[in-house]
């Protein structure tokens, strides 16, 4: 049977495309699925579209910051579609900090990082857990491929960086798979070890 994943999609300044994204995400074909979205900050109508579309509502839930991330807001439950969580935060300067304070919400045992403005294929993540469903001892993350559409290069990262005990050679190898495709990649491997500090070289969001 096919384990839980928690796509975090963190998005800053997404008011025109984030009510498509988000049934994207929820609209994929996986058996156990939760949606975390982190508004990182935005400054434009990103929250508020999103309230209006999945009718959210603001819930005590239980948060404990693992890993380090800028103030968390608030946590919001669809009452559309109870898979999906929106983390309200302030905006950390970098989507390594938005990727942190969606790990701390995270539930399931596998994480999947995909940018708010990406298209998945309903199939994508039964997909690519199909290396980690035959081998789940040696394979810690997996990734698939980019298609360009419409002249734009819509990378899906993931938080390679965040995983220790391994050879530089297989960092390389994970690195690159999550930046020329979908990655997904245990959460236990990386909670207890993410960097504290924003990815090395990504001071700023990508575009």
């Known amino acids: ?6 796509i975090i999609a963190p998005a800053h300044n997404e008011e ?9 995400l929820l609209e994929l074909d996986y058996p156990e699925l939760e949606i975390i979205v982190v508004n990182d900050g935005s400054e434009d109508r990103t929250l508020e579209e999103m309230r209006e579309e999945f009718r959210l509502r603001l819930v005590r839930a239980v948060y404990i910051p693992q890993v380090k991330s800028a103030p968390v807001r608030g946590l919001y439950r669809s009452d559309v579609d109870a898979r999906l969580l929106v983390v309200d ?3 950390g300067g970098s989507k390594a900090d938005a990727v942190n ?10 994480v999947c990082v995909v940018d708010a ?8 993540l039964l997909r690519i857990m199909v290396p980690i469903l035959e081998d789940p001892k040696r394979v810690v993350a997996v990734g698939g491929i980019i298609r360009e559409r ?5 990378p899906i990262w993931c938080v390679p960086w965040a995983v220790t005990g ?5 960092k ?21 070890a993410l960097c504290p500090i924003p990815c090395a070289g990504r001071k700023s969001r990508p575009t």
């Open 166 to 170: 391994l050879t530089p050679s297989v």
């Open 172 to 192: 390389t190898l994970i690195w690159w798979l999550a930046c020329t495709g979908i990655c997904s990649i245990k959460v236990s491997t990386i909670k207890s």
């Open 117 to 124: 403005d990406s298209v998945l294929e309903r199939d994508a």
């Open 89 to 91: 935060k302030e905006a």
């Open 1 to 6: 049977m096919a384990p839980p994943i928690a």
């Open 16 to 24: 025109s495309s984030i009510r498509v994204a988000v049934r994207n």
């Open 150 to 154: 419409l002249a734009s290069f819509a």
């Open 101 to 110: 304070a969606g790990l701390n919400a995270a539930n399931s045992p596998y």
